[in-house]
């Protein structure tokens, strides 16, 4: 397995899979957090993305599968998969396979026509959602067989936090794909505090008083932020564009009450009206709808985050079931 972060055997799909398989090897970044220094650890993950993908390729020999657990770990090591023939070769997975469906810009139309170059030597994809599942299949001609959905999952510790003490304001985070704009239009005549953490976020114009606008917070303070929240509200880009499932998947297992954009990815995580409260990119009349209710109705509001969080911890399993199903596919032929 081809990871992009430093990884100790914590990890919770590295011990379910100990004792299931014969031979279990991860190949990770070599010499990731050893400096203090954001620099180092910025051009370690780069070069890995390329390092990583020969590596597994000279000791391919040794494995029945290679799973490259990005997208661009994937394209490196299929391309070199398919140029380095051989008559037997492991199976190839890779895992969070998407593009973005809105760019058609002569870089981004590059980086697809790479991908295409890739794909003889891809076996199996795990997309972040069925939306994507349908395109995918489709736009690269993958025989339905070779693609999954692959659910994800929060931090399973998260789901252990017991409650953080409760503030008065609203909470938005993240820094990619993100529509900020909507959801300052949204609360801009609302009288409650709105705090946005992003480091990539830069107003047209001056930030109502209420706002507050964060560039970065460690990673503590910015959980007890998700905790201590009325409610969390992810603004998103467009249906077209699978992004804020890491965010939202933290905020659900925080039991946090989550309003948030409607996307191909994020409705695979929620159900509108249960345990999420959805709206259509660029609405920031329903958005504010959205927030004056669960302002009025806390008890629904924190109904809701419970139900979440009993929801998203059943994830850990369902995607289990989804990855050993599909080593079982695999396997079968070697």
Same mark, same amino acid.
């Given at each position: ?6 990884? %100790? ?26 400096? =203090? ?78 991908? =295409? ?30 693609? %999954? ?6 931090? %399973? ?85 699978? %992004? ?64 979440? =969080? ?25």
């Amino acid at each position: 397995m081809m990871i992009h972060w430093e990884e %100790a055997g914590k990890w919770d799909l590295y011990q379910a899979l100990v004792g299931r398989v014969e031979k279990l090897d991860v190949l990770q970044p070599f010499g990731l957090n050893r400096f =203090r220094s954001r620099f180092w650890n910025r051009v370690t993950f780069f070069l890995s993305e390329f390092y990583l993908p020969l590596a597994a390729l000279v000791r391919r020999d040794s494995y029945n599968i290679v799973i490259s657990w990005s997208m661009r770990l994937g394209i490196c090591y299929g391309i070199l998969n398919r140029l380095a023939i051989k008559s037997a070769r492991p199976k190839h997975i890779i895992y969070d396979f998407h593009i973005n469906l809105t760019r058609n810009d002569p870089f981004y139309r590059f980086r697809i026509n790479l991908l =295409r170059i890739a794909l003889p030597g891809i076996d199996f994809f795990y997309t972040t959602s069925e939306k994507e599942k349908e395109i995918y299949t489709k736009r690269f001609n993958i025989h339905p067989d070779q693609i %999954a959905f692959y659910p994800m999952k929060p931090a %399973a510790y998260l789901l252990e936090k017991e409650a953080y003490s409760k503030g008065g304001y609203l909470f938005s985070y993240g820094n990619s794909d993100r529509d900020y704009d909507t959801l300052i239009e949204a609360v801009r005549r609302l009288p409650f505090q709105t705090v946005i953490v992003s480091k990539t976020y830069q107003p047209m114009q001056p930030l109502p008083p209420r706002i507050v606008l964060i560039r970065e917070k460690p990673w503590d303070e910015l959980l007890a932020l998700i905790g201590s929240s009325c409610m969390v509200i992810l603004p998103l880009q467009s249906y077209w564009i699978a %992004a804020g499932q890491t965010a939202m998947l933290e905020t659900l297992a925080l039991g946090r009450p989550l309003i948030v954009t409607s996307n191909m990815a994020t409705i695979e995580y929620a159900t509108d009206k249960q345990t999420a409260l959805f709206f259509e990119a660029g609405d920031d009349g329903n958005l504010k709808k959205h927030i004056q209710f669960l302002m009025n109705n806390p008890v629904v509001a924190e109904n809701m985050g419970r139900q979440a =969080r009993l929801s998203v911890s059943k994830n850990a399993e369902r995607r289990l079931i989804v990855f050993l199903g599909v080593l079982d596919y695999l396997l079968k032929d070697c």
